[in-house]
């Protein structure tokens, strides 16, 4: 293993986003701890204000060597444990749904040999999703953390409530789209307002491939946003 370093946020998704911002590196390059007892989280706990810290240690991974660590790693899934994580999932998820006693659905699949998918349905659902799908992605940690209970082996999980991840990728693509135009044509560089890592990954994949225009992020934490400029 290599260097560990620990990072804080006011969600274990943020402060997973300011390490793998920081360190330069994507998920599947570090292996992750969130440094509390996740037996003591509740469903609700995700909308309070607390500092939680998160353990990352960089794999020694070659980068050429990664797509083949990652198709072993999803080769030693078993079938056991994927049953396992979703039946932990469901678990959750049966509690919190019984609670709120609203019009709220889910459905678990599996994607693929490691990768289990929770599509969460219903007029009172929205409230899952959060200011810019701050919630969403609280909910989808605290998902993958119940998953994993007691189980060595990596499982991904991808959650996602009434289609607003890809209605909010299209939004993102398009306002890159257009603040490129803005730029190209007034000749003047354009800060966006802060976004996550996630979003600002969206805006940077984007326009990767534009020739005229440059994009690069600046700030710390929850201020990092980012800046359209021509090249």
């Given at each position: 293993?290599?260097?560990?370093?620990?990072?804080?946020?006011?969600?274990?998704?943020?402060?997973?986003?300011?390490?793998?911002?920081?360190?330069?590196?994507?998920?599947k390059d570090v292996d992750i701890k969130i440094?509390?007892?996740?037996?003591?989280?509740?469903?609700?706990?995700?909308?309070?204000?607390?500092?939680?810290?998160?353990?990352?240690?960089?794999?020694?991974?070659?980068?050429?060597?990664?797509?083949?660590?990652?198709?072993?790693?999803?080769?030693?899934?078993?079938?056991?444990?994927?049953?396992?994580?979703?039946?932990?999932?469901?678990?959750?998820?049966?509690?919190?749904?019984?609670?709120?006693?609203?019009?709220?659905?889910?459905?678990?699949?599996?994607?693929?040999?490691?990768?289990?998918?929770?599509?969460?349905?219903?007029?009172?659902?929205?409230?899952?999703?959060?200011?810019?799908?701050?919630?969403?992605?609280?909910?989808?940690?605290?998902?993958?953390?119940?998953?994993?209970?007691?189980?060595?082996?990596?499982?991904?999980?991808?959650?996602?409530?009434?289609?607003?991840?890809?209605?909010?990728?299209?939004?993102?693509?398009e306002l890159a789209q257009r603040i490129a135009?803005?730029?190209?044509?007034?000749?003047?560089?354009?800060?966006?307002?802060?976004?996550?890592?996630?979003?600002?990954?969206?805006?940077?994949?984007?326009?990767?491939?534009?020739?005229?225009?440059?994009?690069?992020?600046?700030?710390?934490?929850?201020?990092?946003?980012?800046?359209?400029?021509l090249k």
């Amino acid at each position: 293993m290599g260097e560990t370093r620990i990072f804080e946020g006011k969600t274990s998704t943020e402060a997973i986003e300011k390490g793998l911002e920081q360190l330069k590196v994507l998920r599947k390059d570090v292996d992750i701890k969130i440094l509390e007892d996740e037996d003591k989280k509740s469903f609700f706990s995700i909308l309070s204000p607390r500092v939680v810290k998160v353990e990352m240690i960089l794999r020694d991974n070659k980068p050429e060597d990664t797509q083949k660590i990652v198709k072993k790693e999803e080769r030693e899934v078993s079938r056991e444990n994927i049953e396992k994580s979703k039946n932990q999932i469901e678990k959750f998820l049966n509690e919190i749904t019984t609670k709120i006693g609203q019009d709220i659905n889910y459905k678990i699949t599996e994607e693929n040999g490691n990768t289990i998918s929770v599509v969460i349905k219903g007029e009172a659902s929205k409230f899952l999703i959060g200011y810019r799908g701050e919630v969403l992605n609280s909910l989808q940690t605290l998902l993958i953390a119940i998953a994993g209970k007691n189980i060595k082996e990596k499982i991904h999980i991808n959650v996602d409530v009434l289609n607003y991840r890809e209605k909010r990728k299209k939004v993102l693509e398009e306002l890159a789209q257009r603040i490129a135009n803005n730029v190209i044509r007034n000749k003047k560089p354009v800060t966006l307002e802060p976004m996550t890592a996630y979003e600002r990954k969206i805006i940077h994949t984007k326009l990767q491939e534009n020739t005229k225009v440059k994009t690069e992020s600046i700030g710390e934490g929850e201020n990092r946003r980012i800046v359209i400029s021509l090249k």
